[in-house]
């Protein structure tokens, strides 16, 4: 048989020992979802350094102080453009969560219904969006003043009038945590489903005496390599659809649709490909299956918090963001959330989180066969 029929024999075999315990795989796959959907899914996350972009079309006293009311404490990372069409496009683009623009007009008391602050928002960023807009409309409340109430030259604050702050989301839906958090328990169910799926495979073979007979048959041992990554990857899809199912019937939603739908499934496909292959070496290095699970663990599970799984990466402490950028898993989670949460796919998004998942699971399989130790014993 040539290399292709080698590697298909190898991954119906392992797709037949997969099936052979289906129910029992399948239930040990959506436990996880289920536990931290409903026990987690109906908090808030609090986040810091929400990215905003400010335009200053007023450029006088009060909006100055506005913009540095703005900048107070933690809760705002302010960047200052010069026109309403760059601060949009960096919302489009991801770069922002919030864009402020602060009306000529500001603070005129509102007389006649005109606003005094436009603020456009998505949902890429859902656990900092909330307080974030809490931030700004607080800080608005401070400069809610009419021109008479001013003239009277009262010592006692005023009352906060109609202060013409408005609020208009751009891009996703009205969408809970839920949404939020289901990106990241797929890639979580996708990962470990590579890593108790070809890996294990792989010892076992070994223990029973099969991993000897195929490379010892006519086989290649690269397409014994490729069926096993193969079948662990196909696992890994598998969970990773019952995961966003299980978010589905949870409450949660995909702002994109049916073509968010096939984006998340890519997705989970590459960060499966990568975690396959990573899996794969780690078990030809080992003959017991408890030490594997062990070293596996230390592995994904930080990799899974690091990623923004729970709360915004960008929230993470200054001397973590280093791990989180350089995780293949942050950018799986983005890209889903992306599509969930906002409902299109930034070109810029689609470049970076696209491009660093096609990066590792070149890695992830290329290295599967360098690096791939055929110990028998």
Do not use: C
């Not at 809760?75 to 919302?91: C, F, G």
């Amino acid at each position: 048989m040539g290399f292709f029929e080698d590697t298909m024999t190898i991954f119906r075999r392992e797709m037949l020992v997969f099936k052979s315990n289906l129910r029992t795989n399948i239930i040990r796959s959506i436990i996880f979802p289920i536990v931290i959907i409903f026990f987690f899914g109906n908090i808030n996350a609090s986040t810091f350094n929400t990215a905003v972009a400010v335009v200053n079309y007023a450029n006088n006293p009060a909006s100055i102080a506005f913009i540095s009311d703005l900048q107070q404490g933690q809760a705002l990372a302010i960047s200052t453009v010069t026109t309403q069409q760059t601060a949009l496009t960096m919302l489009h683009n991801s770069q922002v969560s919030a864009v402020v623009v602060i009306l000529p007009n500001f603070p005129d008391g509102n007389p006649s219904g005109a606003t005094d602050v436009d603020v456009y928002y998505s949902e890429s960023n859902f656990a900092a969006v909330p307080e974030a807009l809490a931030t700004i409309q607080a800080v608005s409340e401070k400069f809610a003043v009419s021109p008479s109430e001013f003239a009277e030259g009262s010592v006692t604050p005023p009352k906060p009038t109609n202060y013409g702050l408005s609020q208009v989301l751009l891009y996703g839906a009205n969408t809970n945590y839920k949404t939020f958090l289901t990106a990241g328990i797929i890639a979580m169910v996708a990962a470990f489903g590579s890593l108790f799926g070809g890996g294990v495979s792989l010892i076992t073979d070994r223990q029973l005496g099969n991993l000897k007979a195929f490379l010892l048959s006519p086989i290649s041992k690269n397409a014994v390599i490729l069926g096993k990554v193969l079948s662990g990857t196909a696992q890994s899809v598998l969970y990773g659809i019952l995961a966003l199912i299980v978010g589905l019937v949870a409450g949660a939603s995909i702002a994109m649709g049916i073509i968010g739908v096939l984006w998340i499934v890519l997705i989970v496909i590459m960060i499966s490909l990568g975690f396959s292959g990573v899996t794969i070496i780690l078990a030809s290095r080992m003959s017991q299956i408890q030490t594997y699970s062990i070293l596996g663990n230390v592995i994904v599970l930080p990799m899974w918090f690091l990623s923004g799984a729970f709360f915004p990466a960008s929230s993470l402490p200054s001397f973590m963001q280093p791990f989180s950028t350089f995780n293949p898993m942050t950018y799986a989670v983005s890209g889903m959330r992306d599509v969930m949460l906002v409902g299109y796919f930034p070109i810029g998004s689609i470049i970076l989180d696209i491009g660093v998942l096609v990066i590792f699971l070149a890695f992830g399989v290329l290295a599967t066969f360098k690096l791939f130790k055929p110990n028998i014993s």
